[in-house]
């Protein structure tokens, strides 16, 4: 016996494959925008409610990662939140001129850029992904800026930095506080600067655990964080947050060695 997948399964998994570009110049945006809204209101009014909160969820989510995708477009290749949300500034200030960081998980540069030029820093910045590294080297280069290709979970780069930054890269890692004690006694940092994502940002977060699905931001994180939670796994990596700012459904902290 063949197995019959839902309508609205069938429509979403049709519409992922469809090649976008020639349709945008057969129908107009606001023909496309009404099928849509159309194809959302069946999904809402799905006599299973629980199965149609979940779905709406999955569109919810497939509709933010394409904005996500859009967002880093609109800026030319960096996300529209560097600038937007002000995150660069809680870094930079909290660092001096002529300091040595280290910036793990650098990503495409962009951060550790501003640390280099705004609060005069020197920069080690660490990335596994070449094409990241690629990007940041095109588009960021400065003598005081080094970018190393490197995975941190099995070697870090070698010497003493005054400051350590993680910014969105904790909650990717599984034995976080082996990795940070490990951090830290190869470093020898003053100060660890942090950003990690807050898991209760909103009502969706619950509702979504509530039907079944993944509630955190990022299939690929391995936790999320409330300030408790926080502090705790960081004082059994033997660090005690000394600053800590919640906004824009992230942690933004300073911790230092005890």
Same mark, same amino acid.
């Given at each position: 016996?063949?197995?019959?997948?839902?309508?609205?399964?069938?429509?979403?998994a049709?519409?992922r494959?469809?090649?976008?570009?020639?349709?945008?110049?057969?129908?107009?945006?606001?023909?496309?925008?009404?099928?849509?809204? &159309?194809?959302?209101? =069946? #999904?809402?009014?799905?006599?299973?409610?629980?199965? @149609?909160?979940? *779905?709406? $969820?999955?569109?919810?989510?497939?509709?933010?990662?394409?904005?996500?995708?859009?967002?880093?477009?609109?800026?030319?290749?960096?996300h529209?939140?560097?600038?937007?949300?002000?995150?660069?500034?809680f870094?930079?200030?909290?660092?001096?001129p002529?300091?040595?960081?280290?910036d793990?998980?650098?990503?495409?540069?962009?951060?550790?850029?501003?640390?280099?030029?705004?609060?005069g820093?020197?920069?080690?910045?660490?990335?596994?992904?070449?094409?990241?590294?690629?990007?940041?080297?095109?588009?960021?280069?400065?003598?005081?800026?080094?970018?190393?290709?490197?995975?941190?979970?099995?070697r870090?780069?070698?010497?003493? &930095?005054?400051?350590? =930054? #993680?910014?969105?890269?904790?909650?990717?890692?599984? @034995?976080?506080? *082996?990795? $940070?004690?490990?951090?830290?006694?190869?470093?020898?940092?003053?100060?660890?600067?942090?950003?990690?994502?807050?898991?209760?940002?909103?009502?969706?977060?619950?509702?979504?655990?509530?039907?079944?699905?993944?509630?955190?931001?990022?299939?690929?994180?391995?936790?999320?964080?409330?300030?408790?939670?926080?502090?705790?796994?960081?004082?059994?990596a033997?660090?005690?947050?000394t600053?800590?700012?919640?906004?824009?459904?992230?942690?933004?902290?300073?911790?230092?060695?005890?």
């Open positions: 016996m063949t197995s019959r997948m839902a309508p609205w399964r069938v429509a979403r049709a519409y494959r469809l090649p976008r570009g020639p349709f945008r110049f057969l129908m107009p945006t606001g023909l496309w925008r009404g099928l849509f809204r &159309f194809w959302l209101s =069946v #999904l809402a009014a799905s006599p299973n409610r629980r199965r @149609a909160v979940r *779905e709406l $969820l999955v569109v919810y989510d497939d509709t933010y990662r394409a904005l996500d995708q859009a967002a880093i477009a609109y800026d030319d290749g960096i529209v939140k560097h600038r937007l949300t002000g995150y660069h500034d870094f930079v200030e909290r660092v001096r002529g300091e040595r960081v280290l793990v998980g650098t990503g495409k540069g962009e951060l550790a850029h501003d640390l280099v030029t705004r609060a820093a020197i920069v080690v910045g660490v990335d596994h992904d070449p094409g990241h590294l690629a990007f940041a080297r095109a588009r960021f280069p400065h003598k005081r800026l080094e970018l190393l290709e490197a995975d941190v979970l099995e870090l780069p070698e010497g003493h &930095f005054d400051v350590v =930054v #993680l910014s969105n890269v904790l909650e990717h890692l599984g @034995a976080r506080v *082996e990795f $940070l004690k490990r951090l830290v006694a190869s470093a020898s940092p003053s100060r660890v600067l942090l950003r990690v994502p807050v898991h209760a940002r909103d009502w969706t977060v619950p509702l979504k655990e509530e039907v079944g699905l993944l509630s955190y931001w990022d299939p690929d994180h391995e936790i999320e964080y409330d300030p408790k939670s926080f502090r705790e796994e960081l004082r059994r033997g660090l005690e947050v600053e800590l700012l919640v906004t824009w459904g992230e942690i933004w902290a300073v911790a230092e060695p005890r």
